[in-house]
Nanobody, 125 residues
Framework: VQLQASGGGLVQAGGSLRLSCAAS????????MGWFRQAPGKERTFVAY?????????SYADSVKGRFTISRDNAKNTVYLQMNSLKPEDTAVYYC??????????????????WGQGTLVTVSS
């Protein structure tokens, strides 16, 4: 599956952005979709994931709970990340990822087989 992330940009602290990730090439509904981020000089970390077999079950990193919402539209082969109340520490390149296996550790970047190219989010103070 090919993934194309978009929607990043520059926003002031407290603002909002919505990231999108469009998938092509495989049956989108069969994949767990995740978002990860990587700040300069740091490792890639988990943000959120959503699966499909359990009615769109979601999971979030503690640092984004209550501020970010992941969702998917299987008809459009797209997953979204709505980011509200953004903070400067949310600044990072955001990557979407896809994985067919449901039994792996879905909060680990190593579990995902497919990755998009990343989109930069910069939050100014």
């Amino acid at each position: 599956v090919q993934l194309q992330a978009s929607g990043g940009g520059l926003v002031q602290a407290g603002g909002s952005l919505r990231l999108s990730c469009a998938a092509s090439g495989r049956t989108f509904s069969g994949f767990v979709m995740g978002w990860f981020r990587q700040a300069p000089g740091k490792e890639r970390t988990f943000v959120a994931y959503i699966n499909n077999y359990n009615g769109g079950r979601t999971s979030y990193a503690d640092s984004v709970k209550g501020r970010f919402t992941i969702s998917r539209d299987n008809a459009k082969n797209t997953v979204y990340l709505q980011m509200n109340s953004l903070k400067p520490e949310d600044t990072a390149v955001y990557y979407c990822a896809a994985e067919q296996r449901q039994w792996v550790v879905l909060t680990s970047a190593a579990a995902y087989s497919y990755w998009g190219q990343g989109t930069l989010v910069t939050v100014s103070s």
